[in-house]
């Protein structure tokens, strides 16, 4: 399936979508370290559980969404309480202009 024709927003969002598009980012090279994309998207999420905000930064939307789905893959899960904040993040990107194809 081609990145634009995902529907990665929204209730219909589907989880395999959303982590073919999260994959098409690679935060850990873009930032040069694993650690340093860890950094910026727990320091994101933080913000977010605690003032209920988030970036204007569309680069640090996606090393979010990466890191998510680099997570929710590590553990095995499939998201379900963490799909609303998920959804969130994509909503944020894509008002801001990401683009549905990185």
């Known amino acids: ?12 969002a589907d989880w395999d ?3 073919k598009y999260a994959l098409s980012f690679n935060a850990y090279e873009y930032w ?7 950094k910026i998207a727990n ?9 209920d905000t988030l970036t204007n930064d569309v680069t640090k939307l996606k090393t979010c969404l990466f ?4 997570r929710h893959h590590h553990y095995g899960w499939t998201p379900s309480d963490d799909m609303n904040d998920i959804n969130n ?4 990107g894509l008002m801001l202009g990401m683009n549905r194809k990185n």
């Open 1 to 12: 399936m081609d990145n634009n024709q995902l529907d990665i927003t929204g209730k219909n």
């Open 17 to 19: 979508g959303i982590q």
């Open 32 to 38: 040069n370290e694993t650690s340093k994309a860890a």
């Open 43 to 51: 320091q994101q999420r933080k913000k977010y559980h605690e003032e």
């Open 67 to 70: 890191i998510e789905q680099r």
């Open 89 to 92: 993040l994509i909503d944020k």
